[in-house]
């Protein structure tokens, strides 16, 4: 089994995983919850054509914390 969640907190970091990871990015993430810290992280998620699950309402670790305990208590 793969990770359950993938946390974002930069564009760079999307984008950095994504040419990391090649190709088979799509298919190592699949399974796992996506989320992002803010919007212009959301942004680049998008860009990749990566779903994301929950970007948090405030880009601070805080906000984070709160979307990642939302989606997981659903």
Known sequence: PGAAAV???????ARH?????????????AGAALFAIGP????ALDE????????ALQATTAGLLTVLRDHFRA
């Open 7 to 13: 946390v974002f907190t930069s564009p760079s970091t």
């Open 17 to 29: 995983l994504a040419a990391a990871m090649g190709a088979e990015a799509r298919d190592q993430l």
């Open 40 to 43: 212009t992280t959301r942004a």
């Open 48 to 55: 990749l054509g990566w779903p994301v699950a929950a970007t």
